[in-house]
């Protein structure tokens, strides 16, 4: 088929990309600067800048692709954003990203229609923004969490499944390229634990989620799937593992109280209340596995001295 990844320089793009064009695929990628259109050739793929928040670059650049499929992996959540998350303030943090999974899925469905593209498929979130309410693992079938900052991902979704499409909430990510920053906070002891510890997370590596999308392409998928590892663990059993891991000391623990007026609501939330996402559909429907089960494997070897570093909350 010949695709349309939209963010493919971005750090799942870049584990995407050569997997389609290994499938024997023909891939055009974007990305939002020149710099970055060696790498992609490198991988394999057409590459093309494009401001995702510009329909009419949008429209160009799909109209000329003729694609079969698009698959938008647009954030503005880069490595070393995503390692300094600004939580007292999400609105502004999560700003050009928000505006991404609004105007940006707008504009790119708007350019399907426009090309005659039949299939979308988009990249959504499930790590620990499941309802706080019930059980600490959600299907697809429950609703989201409506968090401040973050309200544009249920725009996203309710957006692609109207038109068709399918839609991938990947959980946390970790592996090469990912948010290493996070794991500096770790060895320094700035990452505490806070509370009790016992929201809830969904983790996924790289590649599997990556893999994951693979084959939503090529099945063109339809309606929502959690892509998310086999162990939603609280945050008092996957950090301090993810410490030791790292060679650092135990996280230091905040209570919640001190851990609002310093980092606010939204950290506080998420690391006490938060749900996490079974991938039962994802395995059942599209017939994927992740090659890593759980990030307890996963982190050890992330760490390895052949490793790289894993990351924390996406």
């Known amino acids: 088929m010949r695709v349309f990844v939209a963010g493919g320089s971005g750090v799942l793009g870049r584990r995407l990309v050569p997997r389609l064009v290994a499938r024997g695929h023909q891939v055009t990628a974007t990305t939002t ?149 996070q794991v500096r906070l770790v060895r320094k002891r700035l990452f505490p634990l806070v509370g009790d510890g016992t929201g809830h997370f969904s983790w996924v590596h790289l590649d599997d989620a990556a893999e994951a999308t693979v084959l939503a392409v090529e099945q063109r998928a339809t309606g929502v799937f959690n892509i998310v590892d086999d162990d939603p663990a609280p945050v008092r059993a996957w950090l301090p593992h993810l410490a030791q891991c790292a060679g650092a000391k135990p996280p230091r623990g905040i209570p919640a109280w001190l851990a609002r007026l310093v980092a606010g609501e939204m950290l506080v939330g998420m690391m006490t209340e938060g749900r996490a996402f079974s991938n039962d559909k994802a395995k059942r429907e599209l017939g994927w596995q992740p090659g890593h089960p759980s990030w307890r494997q996963g982190f050890a070897d992330e760490l390895s001295p052949t490793g790289s570093t894993p990351t924390g909350p996406a």
């Open 33 to 181: 600067s020149a710099d970055r259109l060696g790498m992609l050739e490198d991988l394999g793929a057409e590459g093309v800048v494009m401001d995702g928040l510009d329909a009419a670059a949008v429209e160009a650049a799909v109209t000329a692709a003729r694609p079969d499929t698009v698959v938008n992996q647009m954030t503005a959540l880069s490595p070393a954003h995503a390692g300094k998350p600004d939580f007292r303030r999400p609105d502004r943090f999560f700003a050009t990203t928000n505006r991404l999974r609004s105007e940006g899925i707008d504009h790119l469905l708007a350019a399907a229609a426009t090309a005659g593209v039949s299939h979308v498929l988009a990249q959504s979130h499930g790590s620990m923004n499941g309802l706080r309410r019930g059980g600490w693992v959600k299907t697809e079938d429950d609703p989201l969490e409506v968090l401040e900052g973050t309200t544009a991902v249920n725009h996203l979704e309710d957006a692609v499944t109207a038109a068709g499409g399918g839609v991938l909430r990947y959980g946390s990510f970790y592996g090469p390229g990912a948010t290493d920053d």
